[in-house]
């Protein structure tokens, strides 16, 4: 609804049953003793015992189909000296016109008191507090419904507006939360794991609902971890991330810092609370080891926050994701699921070795994007002590040295198919890699930025090709 007319310099609608232009009900109509007709607010000065008395006018509000809407605020010009109330009247000061002023008496009794109203200035105010009332009574009505030529029944307009603003609020908060989880860690969480699962398959027998149950579990209890780790991190990281990262709720203050501990604490709750559920020691291990070594890295107590050390922060990553989840997540589908005795088979050592190389390149990689705040802040990260650009290449000239390996790996394979796969695979890998590599523009946080997700796209495909690997 938009401002009242006369405030945008247009005329107020003519009052209900009287053409436009007429003369207002004069004060004999009241004074007379007439009854008002029903709808109208009537207040008498105190020396006529409750008349209306000469200066009184009555305005009928806008007709309705419901005598409910009898009750709803209505209009009144009272004359020079007068106060008159309503109980039920809510009107706006800044709608008044000058020569009116309002008293609160009570809890919902409101007053008008005129001050000065003669003449013409009487009849506008009448007609502007005709339009206010109309105003009034339409938007406060909560809930409402209107009826087309077909008889169906539309949505009123605040009603519509109230379903935008939730469903609003929905998106917003899904997306906070969306920002929050870091979802291309939880995107590599959950293939890891279902990569590193399959090795465990010997036929196509094994995948079954026990296999598939089995499986859930594990992704399952690991994302959450995962949301406690990433989570603890940024409410320990709030004022370095506002540099680095400044769209992350806690760093834009979407979230509050206790909003944050609740999240990750029912979310470590959650994991550990599955993981004994589920009853297998593979897995409990591989959620405790994870939790112990992610609130090392990331919690500010005295010889913690480890990720101030460049090369402890490294092994933290390293530890995770190329020894944890490649063993014990087997282990959890070998030997919990499946009921076999643990082996550890040539599949499951070559995903061990090339994760260990990628997690390097990841540990060192994250923090070429971060480099002001942790220069700010006094994280000693590789790149604040060797430069970005050293630490770029050292990246790059790692990952493809591992993709070398898994050619080589490739070729040595016994099964033709596994060995076409892996070296074509590996080849494409590698070439795209150095083809993006030289295209960065080093000077470009956005680009450094957006290289480093590229990273873990090549992290993905690499956990499509390691089930390939026989």
């Not at 643990?342 to 070795?353: K, Q």
């Not at 220069?375 to 993709?403: D, N, P, T």
């Not at 470009?444 to 480093?452: D, V």
Request: net charge positive.
């Amino acid at each position: 609804m938009g401002p009242p007319r006369a405030m945008l310099g247009m005329s107020p609608p003519p009052l209900h049953g009287r053409p436009a232009g007429a003369a207002a009900p004069g004060p004999g109509e009241l004074a007379a003793g007439r009854a008002p007709p029903r709808g109208s607010i009537v207040a008498a000065a105190p020396q006529h015992r409750g008349r209306p008395g000469p200066g009184w006018a009555w305005m009928r509000a806008r007709s309705t189909s419901s005598p409910s809407d009898l009750r709803r605020p209505m209009v009144l010009v009272a004359p020079p000296s007068c106060v008159v109330c309503r109980s039920d009247m809510h009107v706006h000061d800044h709608f008044l016109p000058p020569s009116c002023s309002i008293q609160r008496n009570g809890q919902e009794r409101i007053c008008f008191s005129s001050q000065r109203t003669q003449g013409a200035t009487l009849y506008h105010h009448q007609k502007f507090f005709d339009w206010k009332s109309s105003y009034c009574r339409i938007s406060r009505q909560s809930i409402s419904t209107s009826v087309n030529a077909s008889g169906q029944q539309l949505q009123s307009e605040p009603e519509a507006h109230d379903s935008t603003s939730i469903w609003r609020a929905i998106s917003s908060s899904l997306d906070a939360f969306y920002r929050f989880s870091r979802p291309h860690t939880v995107i590599g969480t959950a293939l890891s794991i279902v990569s590193v699962s399959l090795l465990a398959v010997q036929s196509l027998s094994d995948i079954s609902p026990l296999f598939l149950t089995g499986l859930l579990e594990a992704v399952v209890a690991a994302l959450f971890m995962n949301i406690y780790i990433v989570g603890l991190n940024q409410l320990f990281d709030i004022e370095i991330d506002k540099v680095n990262k400044p769209t992350l709720p806690l760093a834009s203050g979407e979230y509050t810092p206790v909003t944050g501990v609740a999240i990750v604490s029912v979310f470590v709750a959650m994991s550990f609370g599955l993981g004994w559920a589920i009853g297998s020691q593979p897995l409990f291990w591989a959620l405790f080891v994870s939790f112990v070594l992610g609130t090392a890295y990331s919690i500010n107590l005295p010889y913690l926050r480890w990720k101030r050390f460049a090369v402890v922060a490294a092994l933290c990553i390293l530890a995770v994701r190329a020894v944890i989840v490649q063993l014990a997540f087997f282990l959890h589908i070998q030997t919990f699921v499946f009921r076999r005795p643990a082996a550890f088979s040539r599949p499951l050592i070559f995903a061990t070795g090339f994760m260990t190389f990628f997690s390097v390149v990841i540990a060192l990689f994250k923090d070429i994007p971060d480099i002001e705040g942790d220069r700010i802040f006094g994280i000693r990260s590789f790149s604040v002590r060797l430069g970005q650009k050293k630490v770029f290449w050292i990246c790059v000239g790692l990952l493809e040295m591992a993709y070398g390996v898994a050619i080589l790996m490739g070729a040595t394979s016994s099964s033709l198919w596994s060995k076409t796969a892996t070296i074509a695979g590996h080849s494409i890998l590698a070439a795209i890699l150095w083809s993006c590599a030289r295209s960065v523009d080093l000077t470009s946080k956005a680009a450094i930025t957006s290289f480093y997700m590229f990273i873990w796209k090549l992290f993905y495909a690499e956990y499509l090709l390691i089930p390939l690997v026989r």
